[in-house]
């Protein structure tokens, strides 16, 4: 409990926020948010040793962070041709953030797909980005469904190409003058084929009685 805030710190440890999936070589791949070096950090079984073997070593290296705090809720996915790709909240910088991951997990790349700066007409606000999931398309387009906590709106960002993305809002906040209750918390993701993933999230609306949903949608 933080004191006088009425809030709770997430957990602390060396590994919160875990996200795993298997590489096209059959290795599984893990990534953490590790809260006492404030990293992003991945694991992997080491070569040669079978992945379905309860003796089976893992290799461990660190992403991003350590001097900075990076890897907030990351979400992890391959595409089809075998490279990881990890979306994450980059907290020092607030910025929504995708990297590639070579085969010895080393990054070969990093994207910012949000920087978090949001234009109100006067100045730019720098809002709280949360919870992304991951998906490659089979033509291998990443697509990222997030939150912006700031405004409780459930975003998508779409690959366009060098370092590039197209961002929409998809749910939450206002709908014309009503509000619409506030989305993005606990978002998953599956892609269909080259066309629009399909995102399941969960919605909370405190006007309505504190009322919350579990709402899927067909991304445009």
């Known amino acids: 409990m933080v004191a006088g805030s009425n809030t709770r710190r997430i957990p602390e440890g ?24 404030s990293s992003l950090v991945a694991y992997t079984t080491q070569s040669g040793d079978p992945v379905d073997s309860p003796t089976a070593r893992f290799d461990e290296r660190v992403l991003a962070g350590a001097v900075d705090d990076a890897g907030s809720w990351p979400g992890i996915a391959v595409d089809p ?9 980059h907290a020092t910088t607030k910025a929504l953030t995708h990297v590639q991951l070579a ?12 920087d978090a700066s ?59 003058t009503a509000y619409d209750g ?8 599956v892609a269909q084929g080259p066309g629009a993933p399909v995102i399941s999230t969960f919605r909370y609306n405190v006007d309505l ?11 445009p």
Do not use: C
């Open 14 to 37: 060396p590994g919160i926020w875990s996200a795993t999936t298997v590489r096209t070589d059959g290795k599984p791949v893990t990534v953490v948010y590790n809260t006492f070096t």
């Open 81 to 89: 041709s075998g490279v990881v790709h990890v979306g994450y909240v």
């Open 103 to 114: 085969g010895n997990l080393s990054v070969t790349s990093t994207d910012v797909v949000d």
């Open 118 to 176: 949001r234009d109100n007409g006067m100045f730019s606000d720098v809002h709280h980005l949360a919870e992304p999931a991951i998906v490659l398309r089979s033509d291998g387009v990443a697509v990222i469904a997030y939150q912006d906590s700031t405004t409780g709106e459930l975003w998508m960002a779409v690959e366009s190409g060098n370092g590039m993305y197209t961002r929409t809002v998809l749910a939450g906040g206002l709908t014309g």
């Open 182 to 189: 506030f989305y993005g918390f606990s978002t998953d993701m």
């Open 209 to 219: 009685m504190q009322t919350s949903n579990l709402v899927f949608f067909h991304a």
